[in-house]
């Protein structure tokens, strides 16, 4: 029971990195835009949310450099794609490749560095309770962040004005336009967020989840958190439950590990991706679903006046 329960303390910080990515990435596309650079945007703001912590000491600040520069290089690419109407995927793409070599280079004199101690957080009562307390109250205040995340983006979307436009922008940018709304401000603004959201998830990785930094570490999880949205159906509930589900995935090959079970190392790894692979073909099987619940301009360029 005790193992169990590490597991699942080990799934809702795998699921963390995931869920706060798989959220930003769904802000992106409720208003209508496809980015693939979550992977780069990831890379980018691990190195510079860790730099920050080394030279600082402040997991506050690293945070916030990490959210910075993924909503800096998130804004790049939403001028790139909503004002100049470059491709979306290809700039998506562009974006992740550059991500991967900048923060390779900049992160060349932080392999070797270390963050000081970790503090230790845990909920006071809660902690102690025998098997829930280690499972479920001894994380990250990121952690719970992740959860009213979910929540409050659940609300803003389906319960207040502003989400309802994004909703509309997302679904027909012709008709919000038509009615006085700034689109490409709308879209902008959902983009800068999404890539803060995404550099929050990368500074996370390498400021408390590792923490370290290396190289190419974020291994995946931006494309990971891209097919999430995919595979929630664009729902921010839906999102927590599969980042939790990949988390757990993720995890089970060192727990298997750990139990001793005699499986090659190789296929342990390739769990997480296999099960992304199975999910999206088993979600490809009912096309008629996936076009009623994604945003009708989903990947659409907008010409206003046009």
């Given at each position: 029971?005790?193992?169990?329960?590490?597991?699942?303390?080990?799934?809702?910080?795998?699921g963390?990195v995931?869920?706060?990515a798989?959220l930003g990435?769904?802000?992106?596309e409720?208003?209508?835009?496809v980015?693939?650079?979550?992977?780069?945007m990831m890379?980018?703001?691990?190195?510079?949310?860790?730099?920050?912590?080394?030279h600082t000491?402040?997991?506050?600040l690293?945070f916030a450099a990490g959210?910075?520069?993924g909503a800096?290089?998130?804004?790049?690419?939403?001028a790139?794609v909503i004002?100049l109407?470059?491709?979306?995927?290809?700039?998506?793409l562009?974006?992740?490749?550059?991500?991967?070599?900048f923060s390779?280079?900049v992160g060349?004199r932080?392999t070797?560095?270390?963050?000081?101690?970790?503090?230790?957080f845990?909920?006071?009562?809660l902690?102690?309770?025998p098997?829930?307390?280690?499972?479920?109250?001894r994380?990250?205040?990121?952690?719970?962040?992740?959860?009213?995340?979910?929540?409050?983006l659940?609300?803003f979307?389906?319960?207040?004005?502003?989400?309802?436009?994004?909703?509309?922008?997302?679904?027909s940018?012709?008709?919000a336009?038509?009615?006085g709304?700034p689109v490409r401000?709308?879209?902008?603004?959902?983009v800068?967020?999404g890539?803060?959201?995404?550099?929050?998830?990368?500074?996370?990785?390498s400021?408390?989840?590792?923490?370290?930094?290396?190289?190419?570490?974020?291994?995946?999880?931006?494309?990971?958190?891209?097919a999430?949205?995919t595979?929630?159906?664009?729902?921010?509930?839906?999102?927590?439950?599969?980042?939790?589900?990949?988390?757990?995935?993720?995890?089970?090959?060192?727990?298997?590990?750990?139990?001793g079970?005699d499986?090659?190392?190789?296929?342990?790894?390739?769990l997480?991706?296999l099960a992304t692979i199975?999910?999206l073909?088993?979600?490809?099987?009912?096309?008629?679903?996936?076009?009623?619940?994604m945003p009708?301009?989903?990947?659409?360029?907008f010409?206003?006046?046009?």
């Amino acid at each position: 029971m005790e193992s169990f329960a590490l597991l699942i303390a080990a799934t809702l910080n795998a699921g963390t990195v995931l869920a706060i990515a798989a959220l930003g990435l769904l802000i992106n596309e409720r208003s209508g835009i496809v980015n693939l650079g979550a992977e780069g945007m990831m890379l980018v703001a691990a190195v510079a949310g860790f730099a920050t912590a080394v030279h600082t000491g402040s997991d506050l600040l690293a945070f916030a450099a990490g959210a910075g520069a993924g909503a800096l290089l998130a804004a790049l690419f939403g001028a790139l794609v909503i004002w100049l109407n470059t491709n979306q995927y290809a700039s998506g793409l562009a974006l992740s490749l550059f991500g991967a070599g900048f923060s390779a280079f900049v992160g060349i004199r932080y392999t070797q560095e270390k963050l000081s101690a970790r503090p230790h957080f845990e909920i006071p009562f809660l902690a102690d309770i025998p098997l829930l307390g280690p499972a479920l109250f001894r994380h990250h205040p990121m952690v719970y962040l992740a959860i009213a995340l979910t929540a409050g983006l659940a609300w803003f979307l389906y319960r207040s004005r502003a989400g309802l436009v994004l909703r509309a922008v997302g679904e027909s940018p012709e008709s919000a336009h038509a009615l006085g709304y700034p689109v490409r401000r709308i879209r902008l603004a959902a983009v800068a967020v999404g890539g803060a959201l995404c550099g929050l998830a990368g500074a996370y990785l390498s400021v408390v989840y590792t923490p370290l930094w290396v190289e190419g570490m974020v291994a995946g999880k931006g494309w990971i958190a891209l097919a999430l949205t995919t595979f929630a159906t664009w729902r921010p509930a839906r999102v927590l439950l599969g980042a939790y589900l990949f988390g757990g995935v993720t995890m089970l090959q060192f727990h298997l590990q750990g139990q001793g079970v005699d499986i090659p190392s190789q296929w342990l790894t390739m769990l997480p991706y296999l099960a992304t692979i199975v999910v999206l073909v088993l979600i490809s099987r009912n096309p008629t679903w996936i076009r009623v619940n994604m945003p009708a301009s989903l990947g659409k360029p907008f010409f206003p006046g046009s």
